[in-house]
């Protein structure tokens, strides 16, 4: 049987040498049959940038589109509806692919009829060195399968064993098309700033489709998480992303949990991230307990508020009329 066409997805954001490597070492893997296309959300490049994208463009190795907005969710989308592949997979714009990646997405589709989506192990260059270099997980614990507490207990980092999850990897997932096409899911652009838990949620989606999320720990890749650009596009110490970082926790829940499940995460988040328990591990000073439960409070009237003013539209960028402000440096116009 003829290999299906997967389409490689790169959203970009401030990006400069890591993206060039990223996209000459997605080139470099010898699939078959992939497509690599790029949203680029950044307004200027360096000089260097620029000419290994234009001369990318002109030896027809990617399909690149320049947007006026910065929206991970609203990235995705904008590749999904200019995607021709059978497998959509989303890569980071600052990952190292090993060979065979792309194969091995494919061979979990060729393998099983059941999973609609392919979460790929993620070896996050920041924790390479971590407390327990050498620790492997063979079954994730039951908690990782519940939507209300999951979210402590999913480690795509250390687990080695295939095996049925809850989620994937924003930087590492993969999705059969007619999730897109016949099922008619899409990504929230309502998730700000970082998109933290966006791909979560589209997750959370799939769930009514029948479709299982199937975990290879062989399609894995290392993930460089570059300290500028990307979704680092407002300080991690800055009022906008503490309330952004809980409006998307709370935006999350309060779309596909339960009122118990949303209690539940609630109280999780409070007591990890607010509390500064375990595995968060936050200073327990009392200036910095108030601060967070301030930035929490108004992180979940934000949600509240996000769901209020937006009821069921989720397409912020990428409605059809906001289609026109793109410019595309592709030879044949795609759109």
Not at 172 to 183: A, I, Y
Not at 300 to 306: E, S
């Amino acid at each position: 049987m003829p290999s299906p066409l997967i389409s490689v997805i790169i959203p970009t954001y401030g990006r400069e040498a890591v993206l060039c490597s990223t996209l000459k070492n997605t080139l470099e893997q010898e699939y078959p049959a992939y497509e690599v296309i790029v949203v680029d959300q950044t307004q200027q490049h360096q000089p260097d940038t620029e000419s290994l994208l234009s001369a990318l463009v002109s030896e027809d190795k990617i399909q690149l589109y320049q947007v006026q907005w910065a929206s991970l969710p609203a990235a995705r989308n904008y590749a999904i509806e200019r995607s021709t592949g059978d497998i959509l997979l989303f890569i980071d714009d600052d990952v190292e692919l090993p060979p065979g990646y792309l194969q091995a997405h494919a061979q979990v589709y060729a393998a099983r009829s059941d999973v609609g989506a392919v979460a790929g192990r993620v070896f996050d260059r920041m924790k390479l060195a971590d407390a327990q270099p050498d620790l492997q997980i063979e079954d994730l614990p039951p908690q990782a399968m519940d939507p209300g507490i999951a979210w402590y207990y999913i480690d795509l980092v250390h687990t080695v064993k295939p095996q049925q999850v809850l989620t994937a990897r924003g930087c590492n997932m993969s999705f059969r098309r007619l999730l897109f096409e016949r099922h008619q899911l899409r990504f929230d652009e309502r998730f700000r700033g970082s998109a933290v838990r966006e791909e979560s949620d589209f997750c959370l989606r799939i769930r009514k489709t029948g479709y299982k999320i199937w975990y290879s720990p062989e399609a894995h890749l290392i993930h460089l998480g570059e300290e500028t650009g990307g979704c680092h596009d407002i300080s991690t110490r800055s009022l906008a992303y503490q309330i952004t970082f809980y409006h998307n926790h709370f935006l999350m829940a309060l779309k596909n949990l339960t009122p118990l499940q949303v209690l539940r995460l609630a109280g999780r988040l409070f007591d990890c991230h607010v509390l500064g328990r375990p595995p968060c591990n936050k200073s327990g000073s009392p200036m910095k307990v108030i601060s967070r439960f301030g930035f929490y409070s108004l992180g979940f009237l934000n949600a509240v508020k996000t769901l209020l003013l937006t009821g069921h539209q989720s397409r912020i960028y990428t409605q059809p009329h906001s289609m026109q402000v793109e410019t595309s440096l592709q030879t044949t116009e795609l759109v």
